[in-house]
């Protein structure tokens, strides 16, 4: 359970902070940087969730809030801390799982499946909504190469790279639908080129 009676401790003026398991690390670390992003990717779905948007996403985002806060967790924690003894029993720390990349997949294929097909590349932009996703995607996007470049050299949950790579997929197709049919930006390569 958390508990903040006070937000700032001083604690981390020296360019380190606590992971989950009370250990002290640069926070220029890769691990830093991964669940950092993950924040980042949360605060940008709170302000989307300010906009106007289809019946029942609001829903959706609030449970992909809560998740991201799952996989910062499950970030915080080294993958070989797997359960933590500091208590009198075993408690299994905090981890993203395959359910959770299912019901991700589940929301992709329902909004997918009323979408036109893609014939050009999509620029980022249209409604307020669609922009706004585009940048969630994209924060994603670079959440996921940071998970990546974190599992380079320590062991990470392999559903959490899962998660976010079928998140910004969600992310795409929630842009595409949030715009009018007809109506997505397209990319024209080479328009503004002389003939």
């Known amino acids: 359970m958390v508990n903040l009676t006070r937000i700032y401790t001083r604690g981390g003026d020296a360019g380190e902070t606590s992971l989950g398991d009370g250990r002290r690390i640069s ?23 300010t906009l106007p948007l289809p019946d029942g996403w609001d829903g959706w985002l609030a449970r992909i809030q809560n998740e991201l806060f799952d996989l ?20 299994t720390r905090l981890r993203v799982d395959a359910s959770q990349v299912a019901w991700l997949e589940a929301r992709c294929d329902e909004v ?9 590349f999509i620029l980022p ?9 585009h ?10 190469r ?11 949950n392999a559903e959490a790279a899962a998660y976010v790579n079928r ?29």
Not at 125 to 133: D, H, S, V
Not at 135 to 144: G, H, K, L, P, Q
């Open 27 to 49: 926070k220029a670390s890769a691990r830093i940087a991964a669940y950092g992003t993950v924040d980042e990717l949360n605060a940008h779905v709170g302000v989307l969730r």
């Open 72 to 91: 910062g967790a499950d970030l915080s924690v080294p993958e070989e801390e797997r359960t933590d003894r500091s208590s009198q029993r075993e408690r």
């Open 112 to 120: 997918n499946e009323h979408l036109a097909p893609l014939t050009s």
């Open 125 to 133: 932009g249209g409604t307020p909504a669609a922009a706004q996703l």
């Open 135 to 144: 940048v969630c995607r994209t924060v994603c996007r670079r959440a996921e």
């Open 146 to 156: 940071a998970i990546v470049a974190l599992a380079a050299d320590e062991a990470v």
């Open 167 to 195: 998140l910004s997929d969600l992310f795409f197709i929630l842009a595409r639908a949030a715009n009018p049919p007809g109506a997505e930006p397209l990319w024209q390569p080479g328009a503004s080129r002389p003939e």
